[in-house]
């Protein structure tokens, strides 16, 4: 990791956490928003190359199967929450919400095994956009109330549309 492009944390395993030297902000700013949150338990950025145990699968905008890493995990009293940050312009491309399916899909399953087997937690995916999330640390809201929010709580017709072929 490059120095310039980290930052140093407290609630996450790892000492530093990078971020994207390419429009970065968003992703920097959240980790710290989430480091300094007394709420939040502990956090884990996803490493695509290194957290293999967080692949989920999903069909492209070609047509072909694809996989995707959601962006972090974030323990705050008994949820885990699944967070992919996305800049505001972003939310709405088809791969994302073909990705954000298959991440809400894979937490509805892993709320369905025993509380044991689920870190005792209930798994909620976020699909979190910079201004909504800018907008509501601005008010002085707490991570869990903006993640409890932005939480995938289904979809609408639009979007079954999408996915009919699926």
Known sequence: MRRPYSIPVNKCIYEMLRYPSQ???FEKYF???IDRDSEVERFCKIDEYKHS???LRYINEEGMPSFYHPDF???INDSIYL???KGQNQIYHLDVKRKHRAAYNWCNRINK???????NAEWKYVLIGQSIFNAWMSKGASIKDILDYAAVK???VEDS???SNY
């Open 23 to 25: 429009n970065g902000g």
């Open 31 to 33: 980790i710290e928003s």
């Open 53 to 55: 145990f967080l692949r």
């Open 73 to 75: 995990l974030v323990k």
């Open 83 to 85: 967070v992919e940050t």
């Open 113 to 119: 095994l025993s509380l044991s087997d689920r870190m």
């Open 154 to 156: 289904g979809f609408d």
């Open 161 to 163: 549309k999408i996915f």
